[in-house]
């Protein structure tokens, strides 16, 4: 028997993301890396009350987690953006964000883009877990009807 690969998924993402864009644009990435188990999303602080991954990670029962762009930063990634850093304040959020989450320096699958069908573009970055990494910090998924759940980006 195969053992799932431990996971930490990295995304950024346009304001007003759809849910099926989010999770068309995960269920892609994580297509090509066979068996893992989600452990957590990660992204920007900004995106803590999205109501797409919010929802998606209620679904799913992902847990999720979010940094500050100075924490951000901080992480060294491949394929730093300037204009992700002069858009959010780091040169990275789907790769950094990863990486942060999984307590890991190894990305399985360094950021790649998806745009949806609502046209609204999605980055995501895998990183492999190490250990319990970033786990007694993680946000438990929302709940049906958590007020959280109801905020915009």
Not at 87 to 110: F, Y
């Amino acid at each position: 028997m195969t053992r799932a690969i431990p996971v930490c998924i990295g995304l950024g993402f346009q304001r007003g993301v759809a849910l099926a864009t989010l999770a068309a644009a995960i269920e892609a990435a994580l297509a090509e890396l066979g068996q893992v188990e989600v452990r957590c999303i990660a992204s920007h602080q900004r995106k803590a009350e999205a109501p797409a991954l919010l929802e998606l990670a209620r679904r799913r029962g992902w847990r999720l987690r979010f940094y500050a762009p100075e924490e951000l930063a901080a992480v060294r990634v491949p394929n730093p953006s300037d204009s992700v850093a002069a858009a959010v304040g780091t040169p990275s959020v789907a790769e950094a964000a990863a990486l942060l989450a999984a307590a890991s320096p190894e990305l399985l699958l360094k950021k790649q883009g998806h745009i949806g069908p609502d046209g609204k573009g999605v980055t995501i970055a895998v990183a492999r877990c190490r250990g319990l990494g970033a786990a007694a910090e993680d946000q438990a998924p929302p709940e049906a009807g958590d007020s959280q759940a109801q905020g915009s980006t």
